[in-house]
């Protein structure tokens, strides 16, 4: 056959597993067949010849773990052995009818799903639970079955020839049935959505459709694949119009995916059990083989007489689980021989865990893990030492790579911030095509604009109406879009604070003291702290940003989230104060006539009009007054309402319900939905809430005043411009530390920020923007930290094409500068759309600064750490740093962290001290440290170490597996000092100085190493491996 020429191909019976008992200190693998004689190379000398280094008894001795890695550490030479993400599916052959056909019955991208043979439909992705005896008996098909490898075929047909030929040429096939083992293999494929087709419309029938469902037992349907390839000049692009495939599951597969079909059988006609397994050359779609129109690149053949369709159906699905295994569907991409299989098939053993039978019951289904572990560690080869590495050196490198280090030269940081995002500039606008970015838009608009409306009325009292709402909306305007265009990290949303707010005040009433005229002489103050801001780039001050460690930044940050959610209730109960709860009883009777008899009747029984009918007259003060609205319970529902609406839809991404493309608009336009839904629920009741009152001109509140502030006014003296530098100073470290620390929380690591930080330039653009809004009369605006992180928040991506069962991961963040400029754009037009905004209840609002307060407490393991204090040790989450630090040293740091925030809350309740909230900020830098006297390096580096959560998490998780592994690798390799390890099961019978790698027959063993013996006699027999 002119096919079989292109063929590479392995066959030969290999010897059955058996087990190499040994002293204490050798371990004992399984011998398999030495397939072909090229030998592997190793990645780590070079890519010489491995026999230089292994004999063949060596070879044997080596665990299968490190035989993978050096499989896969060898060079690729072309790009078809190159592994790409696969979708393994696995047929069975059943009769339907007079039909015999192969049915889908399970698939696999990451997990598991069964067809349900009662209700006609998939399963719930799960965990793949495999037989201990399954993947042995897997592992001895492998070893005695056909292997296939790059076969050069382009049609089902002619890789059934192959597989045919190849089977009666090793001995394996009688050539009497050859014909009818490719018949079986070209029958026709029916996936699950085709079934579920039929059984919604059983009427409407193609007649293409009815013409292959009418033959007989003995004329056997050939699969569509086979019709339309068998003939030249057709190819893919027939079978493709017959077999469109399963369109709507596609969206789950990644892109790039190839195939592996698993096909197993029975059949009347065969004595013995023949398997092959097959890796194409290329990459073809074979028609109707796969329920999606993704190309084969595996075929695994298992077919043999009546009477183990079950045990089959078990083999089957242990290769299916074993080709969606991260290395072992790396190790059949790369593997040249027989021997590079059986090696991924140990090591795959050897990672697995087996559960006891009578602990478990096998017919549950395991649910998929919130985080899948990373696999990286099976992957790698054993590292040499490393010298330890200076903390301070270490330490150092990061501050380098953040941008936190001092240049040595004027403006060295400035200019490196700007060589960092010039290159992302271009990037920033194209990255903001996403509808995402119109959500986060519009929720950040009416987050921004109500505050900074509320600010501005309170600003109005501070200073005497020289700024009030028109200039916040102002200031909002300019601020946000020079920052918008220009700053470093564009996902910091600048806003009015309360230490501005109270610096404004002070500083107003001085100029009443003094006599002074308080714009131009706060014109003077902003000059200076412009220029002090100015220095503070130039000499790379921003490098300080490094000692602001997580307990500082959480402080702040959980104290800006109480203050937002402490604000929203008690504007809430003002509204109370201002209208109290209706109770019901009006002080209004009516009485009878005069000289009448009659009692005096309820007015609760009658109304006016029936009064008066019966000539009664009503006394009291409340006669006449139409019934008060509840307005205070009103407004509490709108403000529940809200907080309650968002949180539940931005949670509905992880919802049951609609596709995900639909939940994850809704979760993404979750406040904007609260907003509205609430504000038509108080329009259509009519109750005269609150509205939000934005201005209707462009011009300053104060008539006095113009958009341009004298330097020189004739009641403030001269030297009043040089003595503004001390409250200027003051205003320096407010604005330094609001600005840095909220920037530190929007740049840490868990946020995966690509685009870099930009410390130094966001100082010098704010310093930039201090100065405009002093020459025009406007308030300042710094840096928001609860705005800013939910913009953060609102910007996460996850990603899209999850398959079955997997929980979408986090990628990072849409770093763009569009929403920032929209946000601020919109403000400065609000003035232009007060006919709407002004049907915005107040009560909606502060439902969503509820929202924000309590959505920026996710996330912060100082929160985290509060709420385990009052959690039984059995109900406590499973953080890392539970896992390494003592419980009370936890509480105890807790303790001390509490006791800071409250301090700050009182210094910033207060307005006599407010003033001293950022130089509080400063202090606890200074407690921080001095913690260094109480706890341990060790305890300060995992409660105050600013690696995510789940970074650590992995870390420790490699850790514990690298352990795992240190026992046999050590006695592998001489660098080793002793050996670890542990048994998980053990074969029973096995001598205890007997260990295992790579699988036994019987009982479950999986992984296992012991220590101690014969050290030396070992590193004299492992000599070899010293390179």
């Not at 009666?168 to 579920?196: C, I, M, N, W």
């Not at 930044?553 to 604000?567: R, S, W």
């Given at each position: ?199 919604r419309l059983p009427i409407i029938r193609s007649l293409a459709d009815m013409r292959n469902h009418s033959s007989s037992k003995k004329d056997m349907v050939k699969s569509p694949s086979n019709q339309s390839m068998a003939r030249p000049g057709s190819g893919t692009e027939l079978s493709e119009q017959q077999h469109k495939g399963n369109t709507h599951f596609m969206r789950k597969i990644p892109p790039g ?133 200076d903390e301070e050196e270490e330490e150092a490198r990061l501050r380098e790579e953040n941008g936190l280090s001092r240049t040595g030269r004027l403006f060295g940081g400035l200019i490196n911030d700007i060589k960092r995002k010039a290159p992302w500039y271009i990037s920033d606008y194209k990255d903001a ?595």
């Open positions: 056959m002119p096919q079989q020429a292109q063929l590479k191909h392995i066959h030969g019976h290999g010897r059955l597993p058996r087990v190499i008992a040994t002293d204490s200190s050798r371990p004992w693998t399984m011998n398999s067949s030495s397939g072909d004689d090229e030998a592997p190379k190793d990645p780590r000398t070079g890519g010489e010849d491995f026999t230089q280094q292994f004999t063949e008894n060596d070879f044997e001795v080596t665990p299968p773990a490190q035989r993978v890695q050096f499989i896969l550490g060898e060079d690729v030479d072309d790009g078809t052995h190159v592994s790409h993400p696969l979708f393994s599916e696995m047929g069975m052959l059943v009769k339907e009818g007079d039909e015999i056909e192969w049915k889908e019955t399970a698939r696999w991208i990451k997990f598991e799903e069964d067809v349900e043979e009662g209700g006609n439909r998939w399963s719930k992705p799960h965990v793949a639970t495999l037989s201990l005896h399954s993947l042995f008996e897997l592992r001895r098909l492998l070893v005695n079955g056909s292997v296939m490898l790059d076969m050069e075929a382009q049609n089902l047909e002619v890789m059934a020839d192959l597989v045919c030929d190849h089977m009666v040429s090793a001995g394996t096939l009688p050539p009497g049935v050859k014909d009818k083992v490719k018949d079986a293999l070209l029958r026709r494929h029916r996936h699950q959505h085709e079934y579920a087709k039929k059984t995916a190839e195939a592996s079909n698993i096909l197993v059988g029975e059949v009347d006609f065969l004595e013995r059990t023949l398997s092959c397994f097959i890796r194409l050359s290329q990459a073809v779609v074979l028609g109707d083989l796969t329920e999606v129109p993704v190309p084969t690149r595996f075929v695994f053949i298992l077919l043999g007489p009546p009477g183990s369709q079950s045990n089959f159906h078990e083999i089957g699905r242990a290769m299916a689980t074993l080709m969606s295994d991260e290395i072992f569907h790396e190790v059949a991409y790369r593997a040249r021989k027989r021997d590079h299989l059986l090696s991924g098939v140990d090591e795959f053993l050897d990672a697995v865990t087996v559960l006891p039978p009578g602990e478990w019951d096998p017919t549950i289904r395991i649910e998929p893990p919130a985080a899948i572990p990373s696999q990286e560690i099976r992957k790698r080869p054993p590292e040499l030492p490393k010298e330890e590495v095509l996403s509808m995402q970015c119109v959500a986060s838009w519009i929720f950040l608009y009416f987050a921004c604009l109500s505050p900074i409306i509320t600010f501005g009325g309170l600003l109005a009292e501070a200073t005497g109406k020289h700024m009030a709402a028109m200039e916040s909306l102002v200031s909002g305007f300019v601020c946000g879009m020079g920052y918008g265009f220009f700053s470093g990290q564009p996902l910091t949303i600048l806003g009015s604070t309360g230490p501005v707010l109270v610096f404004e005040s002070i500083i107003y009433e001085f100029c009443l003291k003094m006599g002074w005229e308080y714009m131009t002489f706060r014109f003077w103050i902003g000059m200076w702290v412009a220029g002090i801001c100015i220095v503070l780039t130039a000499i790379d001050a921003s490098a300080l940003v490094c000692y602001i460690t997580r307990f500082t930044e959480e402080n702040f940050a959980t104290l800006i989230a109480f203050i937002f959610i402490y604000k929203a209730i008690e504007n809430v109960m003002v509204i109370g104060k201002n209208f109290p709860v209706n109770q019901g009883i009006y002080d209004c009777v009516c009485t009878p006539p005069i000289g009448s008899n009659a009692s005096v009747i309820d007015y609760a029984k009658y109304n006016w009009d029936s009064c008066e009918s019966y000539n009664g007259t009503l006394v009291g003060g409340d006669c006449g007054k139409p019934p008060t609205e509840n307005v205070f319970l009103m407004s509490v529902v709108l403000c529940a309402g809200t907080f309650l609406i968002s949180t539940v839809l931005k949670e509905f991404k992880n919802a049951l319900f609609f596709p995900s493309i639909v939940r994850q608009y809704i979760s993404d336009f979750s406040v904007l939905i609260a907003i509205f839904a609430m504000s038509f629920f108080d329009y259509s009741l009519g109750v005269p809430t609150q509205k939000l009152e934005v201005p209707n001109e462009l011009k300053p509140t104060l008539s006095t005043r113009g958009w341009l502030i004298p330097p020189f006014a004739e009641k403030n003296p001269w030297w009043s411009a040089i003595i503004a530098v001390f409250p200027a100073l003051l205003g320096t470290i407010l604005i330094f530390m609001d600005q840095q620390i909220t920037a530190v929380i929007v740049n840490r690591k868990e946020n995966k920020l690509k685009k870099g930080c930009g410390y130094h330039l966001d100082l010098f653009i704010l310093s930039i923007l201090i100065a405009i809004c002093s020459m025009m009369g406007l308030p300042w605006f710094v840096a928001a930290t609860v705005l800013s992180i939910n913009h953060v928040n609102s910007l996460k991506l996850e990603s899209e094409c999850s398959a079955p069962g997997e929980k979408p991961q986090f990628l990072g963040v849409r770093e763009q500068r569009v929403t920032h400029i929209l946000i601020f754009l919109t403000i400065g037009v609000s003035v232009l759309l007060t006919p709407l905004l002004g049907n915005i209840p107040m009560p909606v609002l502060f439902g969503v600064f509820l929202y924000m307060g309590v959505a920026s407490l996710k996330g912060l393991q100082f929160f985290d750490r509060i709420l385990i204090m009052f959690m039984p040790a059995k109900y406590q989450p499973d953080y890392m740093f539970l896992r390494q630090v003592p419980i009370k040293r936890v509480h105890l740091f807790t303790m001390i962290q509490l006791a800071c925030l409250i301090i700050l809350w009182l210094i910033k309740s207060f307005s006599q001290t407010s003033i001293l909230f950022p130089l509080m900020l400063v202090v606890m830098i200074g407690i921080r440290k001095a913690l260094d006297l109480v706890f341990t390096r060790r305890e300060l580096k995992i409660l105050d170490d600013i690696m995510p959560e789940m970074t650590k998490r992995a870390a420790a998780d490699d850790l514990h597996k690298l352990d795992a592994e240190v026992g046999l690798l050590a006695r592998i390799f001489p660098w080793g000092k002793g050996s670890r390890g542990r048994v998980v099961t053990k074969p029973p019978g096995l001598d205890d100085g007997i260990v295992g790698s790579g699988g036994a027959v019987g009982a479950g063993l999986i992984t296992c190493t012991t220590s101690n013996a014969n050290e030396k006699e070992f590193e004299a027999q492992s000599s070899l491996l010293k390179k």
